[in-house]
């Protein structure tokens, strides 16, 4: 009998999503979101040893968050820094994710 797919996803984030890694990041949250199938699913962004975003990285995030939206997915961040809590709502970015409270100071 075929199990039933899974609902949440956790994809962690490497200490530093920016030029150099945006790219293999959003390879993988792709492939995690391509698990799910069509339908309800999380992906969760684990951020808890994420110590630096740049451009590149954001830019990621929007668009792994663009491409479950279309498939009807949701994309949650867990444990951001307040750093890039403070990031997300200065862009007006906090809407697009659901985002977890806690994560390093």
Same mark, same amino acid.
């Given at each position: 009998?075929?199990?039933?797919?899974?609902?949440?996803?956790?994809?962690?984030?490497?200490?530093?999503?920016?030029?150099?890694?945006?790219?293999?990041?959003?390879?993988?949250?792709?492939?995690?979101?391509? =698990?799910?199938? @069509?339908?309800?699913?999380? *992906? /969760?962004?684990?951020?808890?040893?994420?110590?630096?975003?740049?451009? #590149? %990285?954001?830019?990621?995030?929007?668009?792994?968050?663009?491409?479950?939206?279309?498939?009807?997915?949701?994309?949650?961040?867990?444990? =951001?820094?307040? @750093?890039?809590?403070?990031? *997300? /709502?200065?862009?007006?970015?906090?809407?697009?994710?659901?985002?977890? #409270? %806690?994560?390093?100071?």
């Amino acid at each position: 009998m075929a199990q039933p797919p899974q609902r949440e996803r956790i994809l962690v984030a490497p200490e530093r999503l920016d030029l150099e890694t945006h790219e293999e990041f959003r390879r993988a949250a792709m492939k995690e979101l391509e =698990a799910f199938g @069509e339908g309800v699913g999380r *992906l /969760v962004v684990d951020l808890t040893a994420t110590k630096e975003v740049d451009s #590149a %990285g954001l830019g990621t995030l929007i668009m792994v968050r663009r491409r479950a939206a279309v498939h009807r997915q949701v994309v949650r961040l867990r444990g =951001a820094r307040t @750093e890039l809590r403070d990031v *997300l /709502v200065l862009a007006k970015l906090d809407d697009l994710f659901e985002i977890e #409270a %806690g994560g390093p100071g």
